[in-house]
């Protein structure tokens, strides 16, 4: 069988007859999707298919992790390819949501919420809509899908992680600054009321 050609954004490797299980479950804890062929009814290869994680991407969780903040991974991928995705960018496996269809993510996202969390959620495709939109903070990035885009609470321009971290800096910056105005504004008004009835 010749090699079959693939985007460059996606490794791709062929296995014909015996084997495959074990090839399959070596596919998937290196972070590839695994699909099996069949030719005449009989299973007769295995392709597997993985994405590249993002080079910012172990940066951005190790910042969102000095914040204070838990980084959760959540896929419909399968949990082996999952987890060896979240160990590359520094996600702990008990913090991996894997073999998620798209209703299920909404649910999972209710199940934090419920928990007390405050949940922000990262997304670009057609099947974060829903949870983008139940989250409490939902974030799309500037090149996904235009469903990703309306459901989303901020738009990332530029495709680059690193701008939640900027954006969630910038936020919190705001808030303080909000905080100390507030405080600033009560004081001078307390003190002109108290000059008022003491004249």
Request: proline share 4%; aromatic share 4%; net charge negative.
């Amino acid at each position: 069988v010749p090699p079959v050609p693939f985007p460059p954004c996606c490794t791709a490797w062929l296995a014909l007859s015996g084997g495959i299980d074990q090839s399959m479950h070596t596919l998937e804890s290196e972070g590839c999707t695994v699909m099996c062929m069949a030719l005449d009814g009989r299973l007769c290869a295995t392709i597997a298919v993985s994405d590249e994680a993002k080079s910012e991407s172990a940066a951005v969780v190790a910042a969102l992790k000095k914040l204070g903040k838990e980084v959760w991974l959540i896929s419909g991928d399968n949990r082996l390819c999952s987890e060896a995705v979240a160990l590359e960018i520094g996600i702990s496996s008990a913090r991996v949501l894997a073999e998620v269809t798209p209703k299920h993510k909404k649910a999972n996202i209710q199940e934090l919420q419920q928990a007390d969390k405050v949940v922000c959620m990262v997304g670009d495709g057609v099947n974060d809509s829903p949870t983008l939109v139940q989250t409490d903070l939902g974030v799309a990035v500037g090149c996904g899908t235009d469903v990703a885009i309306e459901a989303a609470d901020v738009v990332l321009v530029r495709d680059d992680l690193r701008d939640v971290v900027t954006a969630l800096d910038l936020a919190r910056s705001t808030f303080r600054r909000i905080q100390r105005n507030f405080f600033w504004a009560l004081g001078y008004n307390l003190l002109g009321a108290l000059c008022c009835a003491t004249l």
